[in-house]
């Protein structure tokens, strides 16, 4: 690689327990996955999964302190269960589908949600509103041998006010479903990211609030907003 004419980072995000990190090669991200999620914006929960993407070097890390997002006067949150890919796929089978997980995730999908407003009304991308800076706060990636689970709560926290609480029971394509459909449109790779949904409860981020995702067992994902 000695003929590039400057480096470019590798984003990656610290594995719990030791000192190796996770380098990140893409995010996608599902919509609508938690049924109560999908009524709170008028949609029909039994479409079937779709995706977005976030640039790599979205992610940070739990615990930073972010400058306010530029271009939005509606910050959200929405706490998600992460899955990182460990090896590489294509069409695979939901029955083989954990074969291909390094580890899993507490994240926070932070979204402009003004901006996803207007282009939802204009039937444009959602890029801007999903794939800007620092848009994905990540805890800790645990690998599966220490947390494999289909059942765990999950909850986002504002300024120590809980604001979504579910179980990731309450998918409707879970995780292994999830990654059956995306590796039929993409093929996945090691280092990428799923984002798989949010529950009900989303809301808004003000300058100076922290905010935490917990699922149990994974390492929290909090974040403060300047
Ligand atoms: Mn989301």
Same mark, same amino acid.
């Given at each position: 690689?000695?003929?590039?004419?400057?480096?470019?980072? #590798?984003?990656? $995000?610290? =594995?719990? @327990?030791?000192?190796?990190?996770?380098?990140?090669? +893409?995010?996608?991200?599902? *919509?609508?996955?938690?049924?109560?999620?999908?009524?709170?914006?008028?949609?029909?929960?039994?479409?079937?999964?779709?995706?977005?993407?976030?640039?790599?070097?979205?992610?940070?890390?739990?615990?930073?302190?972010?400058?306010?997002?530029?271009?939005?006067?509606?910050?959200?949150?929405?706490?998600?269960? #992460?899955?990182? $890919?460990? =090896?590489? @796929?294509?069409?695979?089978?939901?029955?083989?589908? +954990?074969?291909?997980?390094? *580890?899993?995730?507490?994240?926070?999908?932070?979204?402009?949600?003004?901006?996803?407003?207007?282009?939802?009304?204009?039937?444009?991308?959602?890029?801007?509103?999903?794939?800007?800076?620092?848009?994905?706060?990540?805890?800790?990636?645990?690998?599966?041998?220490?947390?494999?689970?289909?059942?765990?709560?999950?909850?986002?926290?504002?300024?120590?006010?809980?604001?979504?609480?579910?179980?990731?029971?309450?998918?409707?394509?879970?995780?292994?479903?999830?990654?059956?459909?995306?590796?039929?449109?993409?093929?996945?790779?090691?280092?990428?990211?799923?984002?798989?949904?949010?529950?009900?409860?989303?809301?808004?981020?003000?300058?100076?609030?922290?905010?935490?995702?917990?699922?149990?067992?994974?390492?929290?994902?909090?974040?403060?907003?300047?």
């Amino acid at each position: 690689m000695t003929n590039l004419i400057f480096n470019v980072p #590798v984003p990656s $995000i610290t =594995i719990a @327990g030791t000192d190796a990190r996770f380098p990140v090669r +893409r995010i996608f991200c599902v *919509g609508r996955n938690y049924e109560e999620h999908a009524k709170e914006f008028g949609n029909n929960p039994k479409d079937p999964p779709f995706f977005f993407t976030k640039p790599a070097d979205a992610v940070v890390e739990s615990g930073a302190k972010l400058p306010f997002p530029v271009a939005t006067e509606n910050l959200h949150f929405e706490a998600e269960l #992460v899955v990182a $890919i460990g =090896i590489d @796929g294509s069409a695979i089978d939901r029955d083989a589908a +954990r074969k291909h997980v390094f *580890g899993f995730a507490a994240g926070n999908d932070l979204t402009r949600r003004d901006l996803q407003t207007q282009a939802k009304e204009a039937r444009r991308p959602w890029d801007m509103a999903k794939g800007f800076d620092n848009a994905a706060v990540l805890g800790a990636i645990t690998p599966v041998a220490e947390w494999n689970r289909d059942a765990a709560r999950i909850t986002c926290t504002l300024e120590g006010v809980l604001k979504q609480d579910a179980n990731i029971t309450d998918m409707i394509w879970p995780v292994a479903d999830i990654i059956a459909y995306l590796s039929r449109l993409v093929h996945l790779r090691a280092g990428d990211l799923i984002m798989t949904g949010t529950p009900a409860g989303v809301g808004q981020i003000k300058p100076g609030q922290v905010c935490t995702v917990a699922i149990d067992g994974l390492a929290e994902a909090t974040v403060t907003l300047g």
